[in-house]
C-alpha cells in the first residue's frame, strides 16, 4: 500500500516530507517518480493530468490539496468508486478572510489608486457604512469573511444555493432571490464552489443586476467568470473595476488584457495557500481510516461538485 503526491506545477516535496514526518514508515511516491500504479491506493492531488488515475487499479480515495475540489471532479474518467476528499482549516479561512478584507479596504479608500497615480491628487473615498457587501457562496470560506466582514461595520448579505443563516447577515438563496441579492451589492465577492451550474456565471447578465459602480471580488475559480463581459462592463462604466486572484489560465499570460486594465488588480492565487505541515494530519487519519475500512473525513458529494 502506498501513497501517491501528484501536482504538476508545485513542488510535491514539502508534501512528502510532512506524511513521511506524520506517519514513519509510509511509502510516498512524488509523480512523476517510478512507481508500481497497482501499489497505489492513496493520493494526493492538485490539478493532476486528465486521465492519469484510470491507470491505478487500486486507486481507494483521492485527497484533494486544499480546500476546493472542482480540479479532481472535472475530470471524467476518475472511477466512480474512488472517494474524494478535501482540505478543512481554519487557518485558510482566516488567510482568505484577511485577503478579502484588504482588498475590499484598498478599493473604498483608494489606496492602490493612488499609488498608481504618481501624482499629488486625492479623490473622495467611501466610507465603511455606505457599502452592502455581497458574498455569493456561504460555505465554510464564505461564512469566514462574512463575519470578518462584519467585525469591521460592514454591512453584510449573502446569497446560497440553498437557505443559510447566518448571524448579522442578511441572507438569500436559490434563483428566484438571486436578482434581489444582486441589486444590493455595491462590492460582489465571487466564494461559489465550481459546478456546472456556477460557470460563467459571472456574466453580462449578471453584472446587469448590479448597481452602477458595483466592484467585482473574485477569490473562486477562474472558471467563474466571462472576461469579455467583464471588460465590456468596465469598459461601459457599469463597473468600477475588480480584483481577481484567480483566472482561466494560471499563470494570467503576459498578452492577456487584464494586464493592460488599471482598474482590474491581479494577484496570482494567493488569497489562501495550505501549509503541508498544518493540514498533514488530516490526510493521515484518513489515510488510517481507509486502511481500517472506516468512514473517512471531509468527503466530497461527486453530483453537488463539493
Same mark, same amino acid.
Given at each position: 500500500?502506498?501513497?501517491?503526491?501528484?501536482?504538476?506545477?508545485?513542488?510535491?516535496?514539502?508534501?512528502?516530507?510532512?506524511?513521511?514526518?506524520?506517519?514513519?514508515?509510509?511509502?510516498?511516491?512524488?509523480?512523476?517518480?517510478?512507481? &508500481?500504479?497497482?501499489?497505489?491506493?492513496? $493520493?494526493?492531488?492538485?490539478? %493532476?493530468? *486528465?486521465? !492519469?488515475?484510470? =491507470?491505478?487499479?487500486?486507486?481507494?480515495?483521492?485527497?484533494?490539496?486544499?480546500?476546493?475540489?472542482?480540479?479532481?471532479?472535472?475530470?471524467?474518467?476518475?472511477?466512480?468508486?474512488?472517494?474524494?476528499?478535501?482540505?478543512?482549516?481554519?487557518?485558510?479561512?482566516? &488567510?482568505?478572510?484577511?485577503?478579502?478584507? $484588504?482588498?475590499?479596504?484598498? %478599493?473604498? *479608500?483608494? !489606496?492602490?489608486? =493612488?499609488?498608481?497615480?504618481?501624482?499629488?491628487?486625492?479623490?473622495?473615498?467611501?466610507?465603511?457604512?455606505?457599502?452592502?457587501?455581497?458574498?455569493?457562496?456561504?460555505?465554510?470560506?464564505?461564512?469566514?469573511?462574512?463575519?470578518?466582514?462584519?467585525?469591521?461595520?460592514?454591512?453584510?448579505?449573502?446569497?446560497?444555493?440553498?437557505?443559510?443563516?447566518?448571524?448579522?447577515?442578511?441572507?438569500?438563496?436559490?434563483?428566484?432571490?438571486?436578482?434581489?441579492?444582486?441589486?444590493?451589492?455595491?462590492?460582489?465577492?465571487?466564494?461559489?464552489?465550481?459546478?456546472?451550474?456556477?460557470?460563467?456565471?459571472?456574466?453580462?447578465?449578471?453584472?446587469?443586476?448590479?448597481?452602477?459602480?458595483?466592484?467585482?471580488?473574485?477569490?473562486?475559480?477562474?472558471?467563474?467568470?466571462?472576461?469579455?463581459?467583464?471588460?465590456?462592463?468596465?469598459?461601459?462604466?457599469?463597473?468600477?473595476?475588480?480584483?481577481?486572484?484567480?483566472?482561466?489560465?494560471?499563470?494570467?499570460?503576459?498578452?492577456?488584457?487584464?494586464?493592460?486594465?488599471?482598474?482590474?488588480?491581479?494577484?496570482?492565487?494567493?488569497?489562501?495557500?495550505?501549509?503541508?505541515?498544518?493540514?498533514?494530519?488530516?490526510?493521515?487519519?484518513?489515510?488510517?481510516?481507509?486502511?481500517?475500512?472506516?468512514?473517512?473525513?471531509?468527503?466530497?458529494?461527486?453530483?453537488?461538485?463539493?
Amino acid at each position: 500500500m502506498s501513497v501517491l503526491v501528484i501536482s504538476p506545477g508545485r513542488d510535491p516535496e514539502p508534501w512528502v516530507e510532512a506524511l513521511k514526518k506524520e506517519y514513519p514508515g509510509i511509502n510516498v511516491y512524488a509523480y512523476p517518480e517510478e512507481h &508500481d500504479p497497482e501499489e497505489i491506493e492513496y $493520493a494526493i492531488s492538485w490539478k %493532476h493530468p *486528465r486521465g !492519469i488515475f484510470k =491507470h491505478y487499479p487500486n486507486l481507494k480515495v483521492i485527497a484533494s490539496m486544499g480546500a476546493g475540489v472542482d480540479h479532481i471532479i472535472c475530470d471524467p474518467e476518475i472511477p466512480k468508486n474512488v472517494v474524494i476528499t478535501r482540505i478543512i482549516d481554519d487557518q485558510l479561512s482566516v &488567510d482568505i478572510s484577511d485577503f478579502v478584507l $484588504a482588498l475590499v479596504l484598498d %478599493h473604498i *479608500r483608494n !489606496i492602490s489608486f =493612488h499609488h498608481n497615480l504618481h501624482a499629488w491628487e486625492s479623490i473622495q473615498y467611501k466610507r465603511i457604512e455606505e457599502e452592502q457587501i455581497g458574498i455569493m457562496g456561504l460555505g465554510i470560506m464564505g461564512s469566514a469573511v462574512a463575519q470578518s466582514l462584519l467585525k469591521n461595520r460592514f454591512n453584510v448579505s449573502g446569497w446560497s444555493r440553498t437557505p443559510k443563516e447566518l448571524p448579522g447577515v442578511n441572507t438569500f438563496c436559490g434563483e428566484k432571490q438571486l436578482e434581489k441579492f444582486l441589486n444590493k451589492s455595491t462590492i460582489l465577492i465571487c466564494l461559489l464552489p465550481l459546478t456546472p451550474e456556477t460557470e460563467n456565471i459571472l456574466n453580462k447578465e449578471f453584472f446587469k443586476k448590479l448597481p452602477k459602480g458595483a466592484y467585482i471580488i473574485n477569490v473562486a475559480r477562474g472558471q467563474h467568470l466571462v472576461e469579455h463581459d467583464l471588460l465590456e462592463m468596465i469598459d461601459k462604466g457599469h463597473l468600477s473595476g475588480a480584483s481577481l486572484d484567480v483566472f482561466r489560465i494560471e499563470p494570467l499570460p503576459q498578452e492577456h488584457p487584464f494586464w493592460d486594465y488599471p482598474k482590474i488588480k491581479i494577484t496570482p492565487h494567493i488569497a489562501s495557500i495550505t501549509n503541508p505541515h498544518k493540514v498533514v494530519h488530516q490526510l493521515i487519519d484518513n489515510y488510517r481510516r481507509m486502511k481500517e475500512g472506516t468512514e473517512l473525513k471531509n468527503t466530497i458529494e461527486r453530483k453537488l461538485g463539493y
